[in-house]
């Protein structure tokens, strides 16, 4: 069996690798798109490494664009294999798929206004929300802990990871002749003690595991200290500055975990008498979706839903979906808070919001996850006096603010830690590292040799291996 490094090796983003067994089957695990390089990820997204004709299965594990936001892409050039996911995953792919593919739409049709008035040729959105409708039909839901084959020789069982509703860490069994092989892609890992997920769940004795290092050099605050830090940043914004708060938030995910915070410093009293917006219509439908997927909530969280029905709602909390109502917090001269996507403020409505702020030292950008080193985020959060929104330059004159601590990122302990139900297989012969920026994924692995793993490998763009 071959296994190919297709995307997310150098980086964080473009998470795609390859299965191809004796018989010629082929399985895809994730198609994510590459983000955050502006113009450079069109091309790099468009260069998929494989025919999507010959895929026979997609195993996605979980919704996050960086994940699976190629999945339309190829559908359009022919791919017809089944998806198989968790249900929420699935729901949650439903909603962010076509907004990506709207969002494909709007930069081609501004890129090509530009390009028309120089006369260069235009382009064609990588696909669109039609494209990201028709691949629904493709995606089979499977619940988590659950054993399913997709070929006789071939099953599959997903087990939670805590890392956003309805991720999955994908193990895979391959049986060929009178040997079996297992293999484990943990997607993406969360961090443990969460507010609203469950804590990631061990997966049996695997022979290969693929896993993530997005933190893999990094240690997170608790999250104790975390609500302790967003709470002073609140007062220190609203209550004093006078301003307006920013939070830049992934709309999935981060968001809500936000939100859940605000809420809880409410009911305790430590939340000045501000208004509180999310501004983002993927964040107001994807909270619907958490609302109806409670099965994958924590018990923590489900306590306090006994005494507090909607954990993503509360007095002064609006959810804004309209573009006008989005213009409208403009002229919204008192202090608030606004959450709003995208989280490394590449795209959404978020660079409204900074373009409007950015320059007025009164306004606080909060800064709660992580940004990959060529976005506006990281430009901002690491101190660039000048930066460049919708092609003008604003000088960065708003005060600056970050805490990690809410990342859905285990950090490198927490990643071990997790790791750790493999301590003592004897059959493990490696685990990959990816998914991290270059130097990241090396310190990680360091750690891994460190914690007795000797088995851990940093593969390189593109590489291929045999799985023996």
């Known amino acids: 069996m071959t296994l190919d490094f297709l995307g997310a090796t150098e980086e964080v983003t473009g998470s795609k690798f390859m299965l191809t067994t004796k018989k ?35 195993l996605l594990s979980h919704a996050h664009i960086d994940h699976s936001g190629l999945i339309p892409y190829i559908y359009k050039l022919g791919f017809r294999g089944k998806v198989f996911c968790t249900p929420a995953t699935r729901d949650l792919c439903a909603i962010m798929l076509a907004d990506s593919g709207r969002i494909q739409e709007a930069d081609a049709k501004q890129f090509n206004k530009k390009t028309d008035r120089i006369g260069k040729e235009p382009i064609e959105p990588i696909y669109t929300e039609k494209d990201a409708a028709e691949c629904m039909t493709q995606f089979v839901s499977i619940p988590r802990e659950l054993t399913f084959n997709i070929t006789p020789d071939v099953s599959i069982c997903f087990y939670e990871t805590g890392h956003m509703l309805g991720s999955g860490a994908i193990y895979i069994t391959f049986k060929e002749g009178r040997k079996t092989r ?34 893999g050099n990094r240690l997170h605050t608790t999250l104790d200290e975390a609500d302790r830090d967003l709470m002073l940043v609140v007062k220190d914004a609203c209550a004093k500055r006078l301003g307006k708060l920013l939070i830049p938030s992934f709309a999935i995910g981060r968001t ?8 809880r410093l409410k ?44 954990p993503f709602g509360f007095e002064k909390l609006t959810y804004v979906r309209t573009v006008e109502d989005s213009k409208r917090l403009n002229q919204h001269n008192r202090p608030c808070i606004i959450i709003s996507a995208s989280g490394m403020m590449e795209a959404g409505r978020i660079k409204h919001h900074l373009a409007n702020n950015i320059e007025d030292p009164k306004t606080t950008i909060l800064c709660v996850g992580y940004c990959s080193p060529t976005t506006l985020g990281a430009k901002i959060m690491r101190g660039d006096k000048v930066v ?40 493990l012969k490696k685990i990959f590292v990816v998914h991290g920026e270059a130097d990241v994924r090396k310190v990680y692995a360091k750690h891994l040799h460190e914690a007795g793993f000797k088995q851990a490998y940093v593969p390189s763009f593109r590489e291929s291996t045999e799985l023996n």
């Open 24 to 58: 010629g089957i082929k399985i895809l695990l994730d198609c994510g798109m590459y983000q955050g390089k502006g113009l450079e990820t069109d091309g790099m997204n468009r260069d998929l490494g494989f025919d999507p004709k010959s895929v026979d299965f997609l």
């Open 182 to 215: 297992t293999l484990c892609y943990t997607g993406d890992v969360g961090r443990y003690n969460k507010r609203i997920l469950p804590d990631p769940v061990p997966f049996p004795y695997a022979d290969y595991i693929i896993t993530e290092s997005t933190y």
């Open 256 to 263: 809500q975990e936000i939100v859940y915070a605000l809420h």
């Open 267 to 310: 009911l305790a009293g430590d939340l000045p008498d501000i208004d509180c917006f999310v501004d983002s219509p993927l964040a107001c439908s994807a909270t619907n979706i958490y609302r109806l997927h409670d099965e994958n909530f924590n018990a923590d969280l489900r306590e306090f839903m006994e005494n507090t029905k909607d």
């Open 388 to 427: 460049s929104i919708f092609g003008e330059e604003y000088t960065v004159k708003a005060h600056l603010a970050r805490i990690d601590a809410y990342s859905g990122h285990a950090d490198y302990k927490e990643l071990i830690q997790y790791l750790s139900c493999q301590k003592g297989n004897r059959k």
